[in-house]
């Protein structure tokens, strides 16, 4: 599955609808993830000529690193491997290799630092060094660069703490580590691997199953796009059939979708049960429970005027992902209330806007 992913991001951004050769969209390429060559990167901050990303291995000096870096060179797919090393081998000497492909060469390394007796902060490095003429404007940049680069980094007899949410026991370690021109994330269900993103994503991204195949844009409503392409009219297909073979692979399948294929894009929802709120709450010293009659006094939006002073039962108690406390309630007067409790619709309230009454 990670080996699939990455492949989607590294062709995300390639080519944009109407993927015709003469649309400006396409005409003035803005990949992710660009390594540009050291002349024209050093002309600005916000461009770089390396990628370099750190993270965590909760692991043993026996557990093993391995690395894979991926990028796009015009249409072809590049990758650059270095193979399992020990991490005690890698905290005593780094592990590199130079590549070339067609006029653009580099070098990738990692290594390793024992942050305590059970962390490692391990490093990823990726540099372009392909020589260019100084001045050279952006277009003939992109083509000495290393496009939508992407870094997989895996280990054996060891897990990766979370770039984006660690355990409190790695807290100050993950904090330690830095990034360059990626976005690390946990690749894998069993946090065996680390994916330094061209683009932001959560722990554990996934493709959607329904999902029929790259269209190079991963992050549109896919039923839409694949709608899109089905609406290319004869003249624009036989455009993108002269000019790149990647888009034209990805227009003949997107053509050749059944009515069922589209169906199953259309949507899907997954439900989980809400009848696990909260049997109480206690927000600054007061204790909300459902049952509980208040007073409404908020007055921040022109329905809560509405509301206020008005008395209510709370019904549901939920506490999100901030451990925020939000209250459930049914308006005493309102004559909806029995139908709102029957399908589980509530006003929501947050402590601070109530007044619990006797």
């Known amino acids: 599955m990670l080996d699939e992913l990455v492949t989607t991001l590294l062709w995300e951004g390639y080519a944009l609808y109407p993927y015709t050769p003469g649309a400006i969209k396409n005409a003035t390429p803005t990949p992710f993830g660009i390594v540009y060559p050291p002349a024209y990167a050093q002309g600005s901050p916000t461009t770089f000529d390396r990628i370099r990303m750190q993270g965590i291995a909760d692991g043993p000096a026996d557990a093993t690193l391995a690395m894979e870096v ?21 905290e005593i000497d780094g592990v590199g290799t130079e590549f070339a492909f067609g006029g653009i060469s580099g070098r990738v390394r990692m290594a390793a630092q024992r942050f305590d007796e059970r962390l490692a902060r391990v490093t990823m490095c990726v540099h372009n060094t ?22 997989v980094a895996r280990v054996e007899g060891a897990k990766f703490l979370s770039p984006v949410d660690p355990p409190e026991y790695g807290a100050a370690a993950v904090m330690a580590c830095a990034a360059v021109n990626t976005f690390p994330v946990l690749g894998n269900d069993d946090d065996t691997a680390l994916l330094g993103a061209a683009i932001m994503l959560p722990d554990h991204p996934q493709l959607a199953p329904e999902s029929r195949g790259d269209l190079f844009d991963a992050t549109e409503i896919e039923e839409a796009l694949l709608l899109h392409v089905l609406a290319l009219s004869d003249d624009e297909r036989a455009q993108i059939a002269d000019d790149d073979p990647a888009v034209r692979a990805m227009v003949e399948r997107a053509v050749a979708a059944t009515p ?39 007055d921040r939006t022109a329905q809560d005027h509405l509301l206020t002073g008005r008395t209510a039962v ?30 589980g619709r509530y006003l929501y309230f947050k402590p601070s806007d109530v007044e619990v009454l006797p």
């Open 314 to 343: 709370v019904e549901r108690i939920y506490i999100d992902y901030d451990d925020a406390v939000h209250l459930g309630v049914t308006v005493d007067d309102d004559p909806g209330r029995e139908l709102m409790r029957d399908i």
């Open 70 to 90: 991926a990028f796009l060179q015009g249409a072809e797919e590049r990758r650059v491997t270095l193979p399992p090393t020990p991490l005690g081998q890698l």
């Open 130 to 151: 392909t020589p260019i003429a100084e001045g050279v404007d952006r277009t003939e940049a992109l083509g000495s660069s290393l496009l939508s680069t992407h870094v």
């Open 260 to 298: 069922e294929d589209i169906v199953r894009l259309h949507g899907r929802v997954t439900v989980t049960d809400p009848q696990s709120g909260e049997t109480e709450a206690t927000v600054d010293g007061v204790t909300y429970r459902p049952g509980d009659r208040v007073r409404l006094r908020a």
